[in-house]
Each structure stands twice: as structure tokens, then as C-alpha cells.
């Protein structure tokens, strides 16, 4: 009906409106579901644009702005996603709106300040997350708090703090166990982080079990990994794959982590496009990928990982710098001529 223009927004009360704009955050809520962003920000901010006009419904209001700063966040596109979470800030001044809902902020700084790098910001972030939740009355080990132990986890791992990253991916996977089947996607998110934390703590066998099961749910998903030539832009699968790498890696078998790197470096690019810059994650597997590449005397691999890690994110930047620092023990020249 949308589609055949049988909406007549001239012919809407304020009603009308509110539920009108209601139905298109639902159908942006479930691209967002299954990592379609793109799909997901254009029903979002339709959304938005709606709201505009609709008298009163602040919390209505506030889960649209929410949704569509998250969907900037997937897509790296910080500047949108800051003006974003400025508007929920304003909205959360005004009386109309649940203090409660402060929550929503804090997962939103948390998860900005983790795609820029930010690790210890974001943790404080996704710590007032927590409390937040807990002094409103919610139980600790309630399911509605798994998103946010996810984001804790992510963090905490990126801060290579494995012990606690493994403590929390257990006790997120406790949680779900009982109300979840074992091929649900929130299992291959626990997984890959498990294999992430075990990883980190020297259990390459329990690392490579977990995340293999990550990526066998991932990969089973077709809404979440397309076939018949589509290309995936889902980062929990880019994710999978780098964690893949980095254990094939700690192994010794470059080949096949460069294999698992590449897949990842083809969803970000898809996924991010121009915004590639703005994501700290996709300069760590720029790193990881280089290293493995330098180790190999794969100048063809170094150049798919290292020229792009310059291009997007500078010679300044830490992990160039690391990079050109580790590949020249190799005798790896970026700008040599293949032959």
C-alpha cells in the first residue's frame, strides 16, 4: 500500500501520523535485524522525517532517533550518528520523556566510542548502561540485558582484558541458553567473542571450536549472508572471519588467515564504503592482514592490506605506523613494484 502511494499524508490526523510513522521504524527494525542497514536507514529516516510533524508521542520520538543513530553507527557514518544522539540528548532534557531512558544514550556513546577506538570511554559508557538498567529494578541475568553485555564483552576484549571478556561472554551465554535455540544468532555473536577472549588467553583449541560454530550459524542465516552472488555486509560475519584469521595466524598458517582476512576486508568495504575511515575495527584487520602478508613475503596481500590502511587512515596513524614498523623486519616494501 505504501509502495502504490495509498497513504495521503495531507488526509492524516495527528493519530494517523504517529502510527503511520510508527509502522516505518518497524519495517526499518527489521532490516536492521538481519544487517541490512542501507534498507534500514531509508524506513528509519522516513521515520524521523514524519515525527517532525507529529504532536506529542516523545518516547514514540525517542525509539525513532534511537534506531536511526544506531543504523549511522553500523554504517561508520560518525557525523550523522553524533547529531543523532545530540537530538536524543535534547529530547531526554524535556520533561515528557522517561529519565529511565537515559539507558539508551549511554549504548549509543558506548558503541560510537568502540568503532573510533575509544575503548576505555566506551566501557564507562556500557558500564552506566548497566547500572542504569539494575537501579530501574532490572535482574542482572535478565535476556534484556544481553545486547549490552555483547557490547561489553566487544569491549573489554578490544581493551585485551580476556579474563573478564570470557567471565561476561559465559555468563551472556548462562542467560540464553534456556530460552534460545542453539542456531540463533545471538549465540554466534557469544561464540565469536568467547573465541576472541580464549584466544587472547592462550586456548587456541577452544578458540577455534567456538568460533567455528560463530561462523557455521552466521553462514546458515541467508538474510544475514546472501547467496546467488550477493555480497554479505553483515559485521558480525566480518568478525567471525577476522577472529578466524587471527587464530590461523597464531597457528602459523598465514595463508589461510590471509584467506579469512580478505573476507572480512570484502563485507567492510561493502558495508562502509566511503566511511571506512572512521572505523577503528577495520584498521586493526588492515594491521592484522599486512602483518600476516609481511610474514608471508605476500607483497601482493601487504599492498590489498596496506595501501588502503594509508589511504583511509594516514602514515600518522598507530597501526601504519606498527605496520611499517613490523614489515620491515621482513625487508616488506609497500611501495615496491610487483613483479
Same mark, same amino acid.
Given at each position: ?22 509502522? &516505518?521504524?518497524?519495517? !526499518?527494525? +527489521? ?5 541490512? +542497514? ?9 521515520? !524521523? ?42 529530547? $531526554? ?12 544514550? +549511554? ?6 566510542? &568502540? ?26 541475568? *535478565? ?15 578490544? $581493551? ?28 554466534? =555473536? ?11 588467553? !592462550? *586456548?587456541?583449541?577452544? /578458540? ?5 560454530? /560463530? ?35 597464531? =597457528? ?32 586493526? &584487520?588492515?594491521?592484522?592482514? /599486512? ?6 613475503? *605476500?607483497?601482493?596481500?601487504?599492498? /590489498?592490506?596496506? &595501501?588502503?590502511?594509508? =589511504? ?28
Amino acid at each position: 500500500n505504501d509502495q502504490e502511494g495509498k497513504f495521503k499524508l495531507l488526509l492524516m490526523d495527528n493519530d494517523k501520523k504517529r502510527i503511520y510513522a510508527g509502522y &516505518l521504524g518497524l519495517i !526499518g527494525g +527489521y532490516y536492521k535485524k538481519y544487517a541490512d +542497514y542501507k534498507e534500514a536507514l531509508k524506513y528509519y529516516t522516513r521515520a !524521523g522525517e514524519m515525527f517532525d510533524s507529529v504532536k506529542g508521542y516523545e518516547s514514540y520520538k525517542l525509539n525513532i532517533f534511537y534506531g536511526l543513530a544506531g543504523i549511522n553507527i553500523s554504517l561508520g557514518s560518525i557525523q550523522d550518528a553524533e547529531r543523532n544522539v545530540t537530538k536524543l540528548d535534547e529530547m $531526554l532534557s524535556s520533561t515528557a520523556i522517561d529519565k529511565g531512558d537515559i539507558s539508551f544514550i +549511554y549504548m549509543l556513546k558506548a558503541r560510537l566510542f &568502540l568503532i573510533q577506538g575509544k575503548y576505555l570511554e566506551a566501557l564507562e559508557q556500557v558500564n552506566d548502561t548497566v547500572a542504569t538498567f539494575i537501579n530501574s529494578g532490572v535482574n542482572p541475568d *535478565d535476556v534484556l540485558l544481553s545486547n549490552t553485555y555483547l557490547l561489553k564483552t566487544e569491549i573489554l576484549n578490544s $581493551l585485551e582484558k580476556y579474563r573478564e571478556a570470557y567471565a561476561q561472554a559465559e555468563q551472556l551465554y548462562s542467560m540464553n541458553k534456556a530460552k534460545k535455540k542453539e542456531d540463533h544468532e545471538i549465540f554466534g =555473536r557469544i561464540y565469536t567473542q568467547m573465541a576472541k577472549a580464549e584466544l587472547g588467553l !592462550g *586456548d587456541i583449541d577452544k /578458540a577455534s571450536d567456538h568460533i567455528t560454530k /560463530a561462523l557455521a550459524i552466521f553462514l546458515a542465516d541467508e538474510k544475514r549472508n546472501p547467496k546467488n552472488g550477493e555480497i554479505s555486509e553483515d559485521p558480525d560475519l566480518a568478525a567471525g572471519y577476522v577472529v578466524q584469521g587471527d587464530i590461523l595466524s597464531a =597457528r602459523g598458517d598465514m595463508k589461510q588467515a590471509i584467506e579469512n582476512y580478505r573476507d572480512a576486508q570484502k563485507i567492510y568495504f561493502y558495508l562502509y564504503k566511503n566511511n571506512s575511515g572512521n572505523i577503528a575495527q577495520v584498521s586493526d &584487520l588492515y594491521l592484522k592482514g /599486512a602483518k600476516a602478508a609481511c610474514k608471508l613475503k *605476500d607483497l601482493y596481500h601487504y599492498k /590489498a592490506f596496506g &595501501l588502503p590502511q594509508v =589511504r583511509e587512515f594516514g602514515n600518522d596513524h598507530p597501526s601504519t605506523i606498527t605496520m611499517f614498523e613490523y614489515c620491515k623486519q621482513y625487508d616488506m616494501d609497500l611501495w615496491k613494484k610487483e613483479n
